[in-house]
Structure formats: structure tokens, C-alpha cells
């Protein structure tokens, strides 16, 4: 990407706020595409000491503000990621609210009821192998012990208050 610096806004680099500058794109096709100004924040994360620009043509907000609006979008960008992965939504059949509210704790409830059936049955199999073959032979009245040739366990946890359903195996 090419482009000049047209200004420079002065940043408390405190703050992880690298530099906040105001940009017009000069390459061929980019400055046919956005012929206006832009900003380039660069901000550097102390955690990971990885540095990022984030492009943006909001000229109000603070430095600070649009670096911490770009890191919790990620953090739903990677929520979404961990559903298409896990839960198997690919995409979502309604388009109100609701109906996404409702697709959303149906497949969240369907995976720990999996997970539970994992810890409880003693299975080696990962999740998603589990989830593929439960699928398989949903409308099948084969018990799911049969499934994955395990006897039921005759051992319980002795602690029913606070089973855990993750050990640190299962990651």
C-alpha cells in the first residue's frame, strides 16, 4: 500500500498509540478507489508486542478509542470462528435477532450436551468425531455407548456439586 502522510496527530505512546496520522493513498487504482483522506493509526499491543495499523475514515474519535474498538471487533470475529468450528453454523437460517439468539444457544447446548456425553462415557474420540457420528444415527435407537463400543462406566464422580466437564486431557 502506498501512500503520503499528510498530518500527524501527536499520541501518548503510553497508551500503545504508535502514531495517528492522516493519510491520502497513492497508488494507481487505490487513490481511484478512495480519493479521500484516511487515518492510520498504528498501535502497538504490550501483551503480544505485536503492532497493527488500522485504517479508518472516522476523524473523531481518539487514537485510543478506534485501537480498542479494532481489538474487541477481533475478539467477535474470533468468537464467530470458534462457532463455525465447534458449533457448525455456517450460516444462519433467520435474520431477525432472535432467531440468531436462538440458532446460537441451541448449537452451544447440543455441544456440552456432547461434551458431557464425552466425560461421562469415557470417550477418546474428539468432539467433532462424536458429533458426526451421533448425527449419523440420529434417527437410530442404537444407545450411544454402542456407537463408539464403550460400556457404560459404573464409577461415578464423587463430587456432585461441582463435576468438572473439561479435564485437561480433553484439550
Request: net charge negative; aromatic share 14%.
Amino acid at each position: 500500500m502506498r501512500f503520503d502522510i499528510t498530518a500527524c496527530c501527536e499520541v501518548d505512546k503510553s497508551t500503545g498509540v504508535i502514531a495517528d496520522e492522516k493519510i491520502k493513498l497513492i497508488g494507481l487504482r487505490t487513490s481511484q478507489w478512495y480519493p479521500e483522506e484516511i487515518r492510520m493509526i498504528t498501535y502497538e499491543d504490550y501483551a503480544t508486542n505485536n503492532v497493527y495499523r488500522f485504517l479508518t475514515n472516522n476523524m473523531e474519535y481518539e487514537a485510543l478509542t478506534i485501537s480498542e474498538l479494532y481489538r474487541e471487533r477481533w475478539n467477535v470475529e474470533l468468537f464467530f470462528k470458534w462457532i463455525k468450528q465447534h458449533l457448525h453454523i455456517k450460516s444462519f437460517y433467520g435474520t431477525s435477532e432472535n432467531a440468531i439468539y436462538l440458532q446460537i444457544w441451541i448449537a452451544v447446548c447440543t455441544y456440552l450436551l456432547l461434551a458431557l456425553t464425552k466425560k461421562k462415557m469415557h470417550m477418546n474420540q474428539s468432539l467433532h468425531t462424536i458429533s458426526k457420528n451421533v448425527g449419523l444415527f440420529l434417527t437410530d435407537k442404537t444407545p450411544i455407548n454402542e456407537l463408539f463400543n464403550k460400556t457404560v462406566p459404573e464409577k461415578e464422580s464423587t463430587d456432585y456439586y461441582m463435576p468438572s466437564l473439561f479435564g485437561s486431557e480433553d484439550f
